[in-house]
């Protein structure tokens, strides 16, 4: 495999999370040939979350072109939920009722497992517990979401339809309809992703940067990593959590990458005491979505379009953050706000809003993790999961899920 990973810029404008307290993560120039366990390719919320997984029982190199977290990681907006991008009921009738509510349940229980890996692992990142509210729009109206709900109960999800004069009364917004769920948060998936890195390098794991992976090279008994560097790292297993720079050779059926903008406000912003514990999101396409931090910051996001290179368009940035802002101000005309940061990224999609992990085709011993999708921190959950367990011969049930 030549030129390992397809080459994006992933990100433009000014981040909010670039200016996060706690980012410093312990890194080292690639000096030498290496031999380890396992490489992970990529120091974002996926490779460090593989890389806290794994090092307790494997030796592990992370190696990315970039600093670490200054991919897409830095570039996400971190509404950690449960919820997919397709409803249940839509999933259903695109891969069978029986996979989408495994589907669904793994990703609630990702959810609960992200939360306790931050408490046991002390990590600071602003991690709160939210609610989500998912409004009607003009994908899915009042009808397809109270069936929508009526689906999840079923299956024992927190979630439940309010009509529209409840909405209008306990929220102050006014939709035919929602559904208000149970068990998400949020948080800063920088701090998150450093903090991560830090206790896998605590327990062994060595961070190399900036160093490329130009070609991965299989035998019977590992893989050989060329490196733009000239130094080789020779590994039992490497694993591409390369985020939305997907590695050559691997097929995505049905995924694009697509571009998305997103701002957040000045701290202190004042808003309705009950968003500061509730994700918002609407069933629209384009789709506006938002909370608050906890310093107070309105964090928006949307007007996502069918480019890859969109992102990167400074003016068009201008435009799409105001189109943001004043869709907000539509959905909430009470709340005034100035807007502090704003930026773009590129983002992954598919079919299903599922993620792909498994391995790379025609290259033993490599995988390839792509969290597609908007809950691409809770994927990254689940790749860790089903990958440490497949490195160590206990395949996970709900593998089948996820292969592309």
């Not at 072109?65 to 999933?91: K, N």
């Not at 390098?201 to 090279?217: F, L, M, Q, R």
């Amino acid at each position: 495999m030549t030129g390992a990973t397809i080459k994006r810029d992933l990100r433009t404008g000014r981040s909010l999370w670039a200016d996060s307290p706690g980012l410093g993560v312990p890194i080292r120039p690639l000096d030498d040939a290496i031999s380890v366990d396992v490489a992970i390719v990529g120091a974002g919320i996926s490779g460090a979350f593989m890389a806290r997984e794994l090092a307790r029982d494997h030796s592990v190199a992370v190696l990315d072109r970039r600093p670490p977290l200054m991919g897409s990681t830095i570039a996400s907006t971190a509404l950690l939920q449960w919820e997919i991008d397709l409803p249940l009921t839509a999933l259903s009738d695109r891969i069978g009722a029986a996979k989408a509510k495994r589907a669904y349940l793994r990703s609630q229980r990702a959810v609960g497992d992200l939360k306790r890996v931050v408490a046991e692992e002390r990590i600071v990142c602003g991690l709160h517990d939210k609610d989500t509210l998912y409004l009607a729009g003009d994908v899915y109206g009042h009808r397809a979401l109270s069936a929508e709900a009526d689906a999840r109960a079923a299956l024992g999800l927190d979630s439940r339809y309010i009509g529209p004069a409840d909405l209008r009364e306990r929220f102050g917004i006014d939709r035919t309809g929602a559904i208000l769920s149970g068990g998400s948060a949020s948080g800063d998936p920088a701090r998150l992703a450093a903090g991560l890195l830090r206790r896998a390098a605590a327990d062994g794991t060595k961070i190399y940067s900036p160093v490329e992976v130009v070609e991965a090279v299989s035998d019977p008994n590992g893989v050989t990593l060329l490196t733009d560097i000239h130094h080789p790292v020779r590994a039992g297993a490497v694993i591409f959590c390369c985020g939305y720079e997907f590695p050559q050779g691997v097929p995505t059926p049905g995924a694009e990458v697509i571009s998305t903008w997103a701002l957040a406000t000045k701290p202190r912003t004042p808003c309705p005491r009950w968003l500061r514990d509730t994700l918002v999101w609407e069933a629209s396409d384009p789709y506006l979505y938002l909370r608050m931090s906890r310093d107070g910051r309105l964090i928006v996001g949307g007007e996502d379009e069918a480019s890859p290179t969109a992102h990167a368009d400074a003016a068009k940035l201008r435009r799409r953050c105001a189109t943001i802002a004043r869709k907000l101000k539509q959905l909430m005309p009470e709340v005034d706000f100035e807007v502090d940061y704003s930026w773009a990224g590129a983002f992954g999609e598919s079919t299903t809003g599922l993620p792909s992990i498994g391995p790379v085709p025609d290259i033993d011993h490599c995988w390839a993790v792509m969290g597609f999708g908007g809950n691409g921190i809770t994927y990254s959950v689940i790749a860790s999961q089903i990958v440490s367990s497949a490195l160590r011969g206990r395949p996970d049930p709900d593998a089948d899920l996820y292969r592309a």
